[in-house]
C-alpha cells in the first residue's frame, strides 16, 4: 500500500528563516511525487512536481529515493508562503493520488 | 483557458433534497475527478472519469453518483445526504493519467447538509 507522511501539522517560522516541510513515502514502485498548496480561501495549486525538477516561488524539492522522502525546501521564508502544503504520491500508470496529512506553514513578520 | 470551474461555490441543502453538483474544464483533459474534503484534512478521492468511462469509485455511498456527460463537464449528483456528508467537494482534471503532470483543481463547492 502506498502512504505519504508528513510529521508536522505545523511549522512556524519567521520571515527570512529557511524553511523545511518534510514528506516522507512508501510505495515499492516508481513514485511520482507532488507538492501541492492551499492559501487561505483559495483552490488546492500544484506547486512542484519531481519530475520536472523546477524551482516555484523560491521553493525546492529533491526526490531521494534512498530515504523514501521529498521534503520541500526554501531558502528564505517570505509571508505569503503561509499556507497549507500537501505533499502527494502519484503511481505510473494509475489515477490516483495519495495525500498527506498536510502541513501547515506560518511565516511570522 | 487553464482552469477547472464549480458551481455552486456553496449549497445548503436538506436531507430529503436532490441538488447537482458542475464542473467544467475546456483544457482538453480526458481525467477528470472529484474529490471530498473535510475541514483541516487532506482531500479523499471519491471518483474518477477517464475518456468519459467511470475508473474508480472509491466505495463512495450510493447517494453520491457521478456523471460525465461529455469530456468538459463532470456532474455530482446528491440525494437524500447526511449532516456528515456536509464539506467542500473538489472537482480536478488532469491530461490522461495525470502522474506527470499533476491535476488542476477547482476552487470547490462548500456543501452544507441540514
Known amino acids: 500500500a502506498q502512504r505519504v507522511t508528513q510529521p508536522e501539522k505545523l511549522l512556524s517560522v519567521f520571515k527570512g528563516a529557511p524553511v523545511e516541510l518534510k514528506c516522507n513515502y512508501s510505495?515499492?514502485?516508481?513514485?511520482?511525487l507532488f507538492w501541492y498548496v492551499q492559501y487561505s480561501r483559495q483552490r488546492l495549486q500544484l506547486l512542484l512536481r519531481?519530475?520536472s525538477r523546477e524551482s516555484i516561488k523560491g521553493f525546492t524539492a529533491d526526490l531521494n529515493k534512498g530515504e523514501t522522502s521529498f521534503h520541500l525546501k526554501k531558502p528564505f521564508a517570505q509571508e505569503e508562503d503561509s499556507a497549507m502544503y500537501y505533499c502527494a504520491l502519484g503511481r505510473a500508470g494509475s489515477y490516483q493520488l495519495t495525500f498527506g496529512k498536510g502541513t501547515k506553514l506560518s511565516v511570522i513578520p | 483557458d487553464t482552469e477547472v470551474t464549480q458551481t455552486p461555490k456553496h449549497l445548503v441543502m436538506g436531507m430529503t433534497n436532490k441538488k447537482s453538483l458542475k464542473c467544467e474544464q475546456h483544457?482538453?483533459?480526458?481525467?477528470m475527478y472529484w474529490y471530498k474534503q473535510k475541514a483541516k484534512k487532506p482531500p479523499e478521492l471519491m471518483f474518477v472519469y477517464s475518456y468519459e468511462k467511470l475508473s474508480i469509485n472509491e466505495s463512495v455511498p450510493s447517494r453520491f453518483s457521478p456523471e460525465c456527460p461529455n469530456s468538459s463537464l463532470l456532474n455530482l449528483h446528491l440525494h437524500a445526504l447526511q449532516p456528515e456528508d456536509s464539506a467542500l467537494y473538489l472537482c480536478a482534471s488532469s491530461q490522461d493519467q495525470g502522474q506527470y503532470y499533476g491535476y488542476t483543481f477547482g476552487s470547490g463547492t462548500r456543501l452544507t447538509v441540514v
Open positions: 483544457m482538453g483533459h480526458r481525467a
Open positions: 510505495y515499492s514502485g516508481s513514485p511520482e
Open positions: 519531481h519530475i
